[in-house]
């Protein structure tokens, strides 16, 4: 028999009621599945013929969780709620057996545990991911797992949100059998056992928390926890939840974690995890390549040149099992590039990140080679050549020649014109480019840059390499800079002005680091080299005359302070160490520099430094979706999240600025162009349009 709710199937087999989830991609408790759990129990309990129930869930996962995309709808909270649902499942007569495979995560894990019985296939993936959501397990995972597995371990889960294979949690008072078999066709065997046992049946509820030291372990936890994340109130809700359940009950801890899970699912960290979460999966959508356009089957790639970035870009496919040929125009080059290659590796054997065995395997699928025609067989080749449009041109001519028919051909500029180096073959619809950011193996970023004619296949073949090799691919149209490097020269640009203005480098850096940045603008170019900035300023001052540029960055270059790597820039750097030591002589020089300029110097807020800097960041990020550089405003943001060091719990420059309102982010600009220095500050359309209508970008 079966009987049919959209989201769920009901289904009788051998006299046991088995109860699919069935909502795709991963069986999330949304309101019809949830309809569909409570209406199948009942017909169940009421079926003379059904002696127990099977829980499990169609497709790739048992369950993923609770709906995310409900979250602050009506649907969320309309019954039966999931912990209406979870009731109903304790509550049930006939005994049920959840049967897990997959995926058991959040809310799906949470029913899980008002079930009577609990078996699971091995692998499957065990998680109460809810922290990386800003919010806490808010259906029972508070109260309930520790009572299943223990205080610490639960503790440990629910603050990391880290998945634990089913099978390390064979032992833990989880599951009530590990099944190796096919996990239906056991589970309901399991469940006509369980049906001849008298009721009533047990409940995780009903188990006790044992621990030594329950309050005291739970203080420490809070005060290292809370340390870790300061910016994060769910992991120290998450503690305060456990403990309230620990020191009065089950029923007032749960009281208690639904509290807090209302309150930390309003929360602008909550909002922002969220918008992380869903825009990196929106980001490798691309509007017009449907999901359905056919992939090139790459298996070998191919990287031209052995520098910084080669290298790195190597490691990624040689850490993803993907053979890769290695060319260089000189053997000490090569030699060169592999042995960084190796000392990389060897760094993380040393930390026992790696074991030698697989760091010798990595090493072995690199193929190195000074010659063209090995690259023949090369499905994917990615060029990390000198920043030379005539260089470029040599290379992309010759790859022309000798690549076969249907090889993707890629560009990792930086700042070079994509549509100009596709021009350089005659089949411009294979050139792509491929932004990586340095250290290449290390950053998540990857811009995958669309040229006019780079054709849907060679896109979609790229975002799926892109997912292979663990990166965020975000696609950008042609542009100086692309989407990142174009914003960010805006916000390079205020940080300048300001120095002339009256800040000091160590004040902008403070102030915007305190706003969440990993790195202020001035340790950041220490660390990247100031010349490479000079020599993209000298280049602009030529392409671009008109621009006006604060030549204070330019005098630092001139004396020689490149950064950390000749030992003095912005900051001064004690031999061997990192460490940013505000420089006399520099202050000194801003100082004189402004007086110079004839800008009487004033102080400068750090409200305004904030401002300032991510603001221009959000009025470029506005052109370039007028553009249509960027396809969707969550694409900048995850440009700024997983390249540039912008606070994660703030969500992205895009969504900041919603968060703080357009219409007051639009104010700002208009009154900063006011200002000295205003030109730099003529307002996006789109923002303006937008702040006049209560718009936002998201
Ligand atoms: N709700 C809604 N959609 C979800 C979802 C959820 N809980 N989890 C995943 N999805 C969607 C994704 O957005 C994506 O949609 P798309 O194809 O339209 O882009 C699709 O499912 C597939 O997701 P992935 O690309 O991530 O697929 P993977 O196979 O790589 O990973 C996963 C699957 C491990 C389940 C991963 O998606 C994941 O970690 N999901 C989040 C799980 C989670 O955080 N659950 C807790 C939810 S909150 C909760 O339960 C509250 C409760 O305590 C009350
Ligand atoms: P690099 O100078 O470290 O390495 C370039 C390598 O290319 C050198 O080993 C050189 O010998 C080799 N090479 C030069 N001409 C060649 C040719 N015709 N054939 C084969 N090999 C050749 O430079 P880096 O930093 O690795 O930059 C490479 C590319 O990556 C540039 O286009 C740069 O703009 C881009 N890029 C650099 C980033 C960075 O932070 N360094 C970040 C993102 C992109």
Redesign the pocket.
């Known amino acids: 028999m079966v009987v049919d709710n959209a989201a769920v199937n009901y289904t009788i087999r051998d006299g046991v009621a088995v109860i699919t989830l069935n909502n795709p991609p991963v069986n999330g408790l949304g309101l019809s599945t949830r309809t569909g759990i409570v209406e199948g129990l009942a017909r169940a309990n009421s079926d003379a013929a059904v002696t127990a129930i099977v829980i499990t869930g169609a497709g790739k996962a048992f369950s993923g969780g609770a709906d995310i995309t409900e979250f602050n709808t009506p649907k969320a909270t309309q019954e039966p709620t999931l912990h209406t649902v979870i009731k109903e499942v304790e509550k049930s007569v006939k005994p049920v057996v959840a049967a897990i495979h997959s995926v058991a995560m959040g809310g799906g894990l949470e029913l899980a545990l008002g079930a009577h019985y609990r078996v699971a296939a091995p692998g499957a993936q065990i998680a109460l991911p809810e922290v990386k959501l800003g919010i806490l397990p808010g259906a029972g995972g508070t109260q309930r797992l520790p009572r299943a597995i223990g205080l610490e371990p639960a503790l440990n889960m629910i603050v990391s949100g880290a998945p634990v294979p089913s099978e390390k949690l064979a032992k833990s008072g989880l599951f009530d059998a590990m099944i190796e078999g096919d996990l239906l066709t056991e589970a309901v065997a399991f469940a006509r056992k369980a049906a001849d046992k008298q009721g009533p049946h047990p409940l995780v509820r009903n188990r006790k928390i044992e621990h030594a030291n329950a309050e005291g372990f739970l203080q420490f936890s809070r005060n290292t926890v809370g340390a870790m994340s300061k910016n994060y109130p769910a992991p120290v809700k998450c503690i305060d939840a456990i403990a309230a359940g620990v020191k009065e009950g089950f029923e007032k801890g749960l009281a208690f974690e639904r509290d807090c899970f209302v309150e930390l699912v309003q929360t602008p960290e909550s909002r922002a995890l969220r918008h992380a979460f869903f825009g990196e999966r929106a980001a490798s959508k691309i509007p017009d390549v449907p999901s359905s356009t056919p992939v090139r089957d790459i298996q070998k790639v191919a990287v031209?040149?052995?520098?910084?970035?080669?290298?790195g870009i190597t490691m990624n496919f040689l850490n993803a099992g993907v053979p890769v040929t290695l060319?260089?125009?000189?053997q000490e080059?090569l030699d060169?590039?592999l042995a960084t290659i190796r000392k990389n590796y060897e760094a993380q054997v040393k930390k026992g990140k790696l074991t030698q065995e697989k760091a010798e395997a990595r090493m072995a699928l690199i193929s190195p080679t000074l010659s063209y025609d090995d690259l023949k067989q090369a499905d994917l080749i990615i060029?990390?050549?000198?920043?030379e449009l005539g260089?470029?041109e040599?290379?992309f001519k010759r790859l022309d020649e000798v690549a076969k028919q249907g090889a993707i051909l890629a560009?990792?500029?930086?700042?070079?014109d994509v549509d100009k180096i596709a021009a350089f073959t005659k089949r411009p619809q294979d050139v792509v480019g491929l932004?990586?950011?340095?250290p290449?193996n290390v950053m998540k970023l990857l811009e995958v840059v669309r040229g006019k004619d780079t054709a849907k296949d060679v896109l979609a073949t790229v975002m799926q390499v892109a997912k292979k090799i663990r990166k965020t691919a975000v696609v950008s149209g042609v542009c100086d800079g692309f989407i990142g490097n174009r914003m960010i020269e805006q916000y390079v640009r205020q940080a300048l002005y300001m120095l002339e203005e009256g800040a000091l480098p160590a004040q902008v850096d403070r102030a915007i680091e305190k706003f969440g940045f990993a790195m202020g603008p001035f340790r950041m170019s220490d660390l990247?080299g100031n010349d490479?900035g000079w020599a993209i300023r000298k280049r602009r001052y030529q392409e671009k005359p008109d621009l006006k540029y604060s030549k204070i960055a330019d005098r630092l270059c001139e004396t020689g302070r490149f950064g950390q790597k000749t030992g003095a820039g912005w900051y001064d750097y004690k031999a061997g160490e990192r460490n940013a030591l505000p420089s006399k002589l520099v202050d000194d020089m801003i100082v004189a520099y402004s007086k110079e300029a004839g800008v009487e110097r004033r102080k400068i807020s750090d409200d305004e430094i904030v401002e300032r800097l991510v603001f221009a960041l959000v009025n470029e990020g506005a052109k370039i979706l007028e553009e249509g550089i960027a396809s969707k405003a969550s694409d900048i943001d995850m440009v700024y999240l997983t390249g540039y060091g912008f606070p994660l719990w703030r969500g992205g420059p895009m969504l900041y600025a919603d968060t703080v309102g357009l219409y007051n982010v639009a104010r700002s600009i208009r009154r900063y162009a006011a200002q000295p220095n205003g030109d730099a500050w003529e307002i996006a359309q789109s923002l303006a349009d937008k702040a006049d209508n209560g718009g936002t970008f998201n």
Do not use: D
């Open positions: 031209i040149g052995a520098g910084t970035m080669g290298g060319l260089e125009t000189k080059a060169r590039g060029e990390a050549v000198f920043e260089v470029k040599q290379v560009s990792n500029t930086s700042t070079l932004h990586f950011f340095s290449a990247a490479i």
